[in-house]
């Protein structure tokens, strides 16, 4: 019978080793598990920090700004027509807009004045003619022209391209054509069929 206990306990004592080993085998992968998942953990969110780092440094760039909120506020032409709120649109009839295209690419490299005349039909502004004032400076991000006449309906001038938000001047220009045309609108033309547009 003491024969038997110590068997037994040689077994037992052989059992719990194994038991021991096994535990630790597991201990031991699920330790390296933890680890690589730590590692990935690490990996991605250095990464995350960087690609932060980098897009807050070119976003903060002088200009880059600019060019995502003209992108956001601005409006393309299609069709001839093009949205200057929510609601309501500007119709270029006949080949008005062919013009203006024709005006912008011969100063693409300077910046220039055109004032829209037309009608108003429920809001939505029918462009008919341009009319072309006097320029006495033109350069790559100024003009300065004579006044639109009362009779336009949009005082357009353009920006270099993709930089559609107007400048204090712009505002305190349109503000006084907008006291002889109380129907005005501006338009700023940053690209080719592109337009941004202020009440």
Known sequence: ?????????????EFEEELECEENGEDTVKEEQRKKFFKKITVVSVAVIMIILVLSYYLSMPGVSEVIVSLAISSTVKDNQIEYN????????GNTY??????????????????????????DYYITELYKPKMYVQRFNRVVSEPCPADCL???HSHPELHCIPSDQDIKTFLRFKERQPKAIMAIMCERNRMNFYE
């Open 154 to 156: 949009i005082d357009l």
């Open 1 to 13: 019978m003491e024969d038997e206990i110590v068997v037994k306990e040689e077994l037992g004592e």
């Open 98 to 123: 062919e013009e203006l295209i024709a005006i912008y690419d011969a100063n693409y490299a300077k910046e220039f004045k055109v004032c829209l005349k037309g009608y108003i039909d429920r809001e």
């Open 86 to 93: 929510s609601t309501n649109r500007i119709v270029f009839i």
